[in-house]
């Protein structure tokens, strides 16, 4: 049965934009810096610091943690427990703020309502700020000076977009959802005057009217806003790029903010999720980490 005429149909590999293979492209090209890097006796370093025991803080850490091993990258976990104090986490931080073995320090995200984010990304340096959330490196981004730290997710996407041969020049480009980890971050980098960006954006959000007029627009849909299938084929812009971002679990699956299955045969090229989004954060992590480690032979 062709694909246009069931939701049930498998998916047209010629539109999907595969996250996992563009990700290893990026790893791949991350070896031979680590390798530049070794040679003028520097090795990579990372710290990761969670708190508590989420279990999915502890997957995603987990799949960065065997990145660092696969590219070479030396990394060292600190786990605090759950009622740990704000002021136990900054101690930490300040203490691996010194650590010249460490490029980079990640502390996961959920955090315990006792900590506050703002307080944690400012006190670590923003040079060793390789999740892109400090004041500074936000500043950055918005000023356009290329020598910040940006955010993973976003960054990945719009990599994803330039090397798909997504053509964002002059493009629509519409966001659902204005969160700081990849909507406004993501809205600031592909408005700039710079190579993969230069585009009209259009962030939509729970006070926006008429969400649905507004994706049908668009040239670039990107859906960040964390409700299950949201997007469904009659929003979409026949030969739209679709952009999954979501996470969402219904009845113990994972599922993204995109009507995968229907959408798909609408779209011009579209993310599977999972396999889309989510490798390339990573990718774009271990990316700023080595960017780091290079920082410090300048």
Do not use: W
């Amino acid at each position: 049965m062709p694909s246009h005429t069931s939701s049930c149909a498998a998916p047209d590999n010629h539109k999907l934009i595969d996250g996992r293979a563009i990700a290893a492209q990026i790893q791949r090209e991350l070896v031979q810096r680590v390798a530049e890097l070794n040679k003028r006796g520097v090795r990579p370093g990372l710290a990761f610091v969670r708190v508590g025991e989420d279990p999915a803080s502890r997957v995603y850490v987990g799949r960065k943690e065997k990145t660092c091993a696969e590219l070479g990258i030396f990394s060292e976990m600190h786990v605090l427990p759950e009622t740990a104090g704000e002021n136990e986490l900054l101690v930490l931080l300040k203490k691996l703020n010194t650590d010249s073995r460490l490029h980079g320090i990640l502390v996961q995200a959920p955090l315990p309502k006792q900590i506050r984010e703002s307080i944690v990304y400012s006190t670590v340096l923003p040079q060793k700020d390789v999740d892109g959330f400090h004041p500074v490196n936000v500043g950055k981004l918005m000023l356009g000076d290329p020598t910040g730290f940006q955010p993973c997710t976003p960054a990945g996407i719009r990599e994803l977009l330039v090397r798909s041969n997504v053509k964002t020049d002059g493009a629509e480009v519409v966001i659902l959802g204005r969160g700081n980890i990849v909507g406004k971050p993501l809205a600031a980098m592909l408005c700039q005057k710079a190579k993969g960006a230069n585009a009209t954006v259009t962030i939509c959000h729970s006070g926006t009217r008429d969400i649905p007029a507004h994706c049908r627009r668009a040239d670039i849909l990107i859906a960040a806003m964390g409700v299950a299938e949201f997007v469904k084929a009659d929003m979409i812009k026949p030969g739209a790029t679709v952009i999954d971002v979501g996470v969402n679990r219904v009845n113990g699956k994972l599922v993204g903010d995109v009507d995968f299955a229907n959408v798909q045969p609408v779209a011009g090229k579209i993310t599977p999720n999972p396999g889309g989004v989510g490798p390339m954060t990573i990718a774009m992590l271990m990316q700023n980490t080595v960017r780091a480690a290079e920082s410090t032979l300048n």
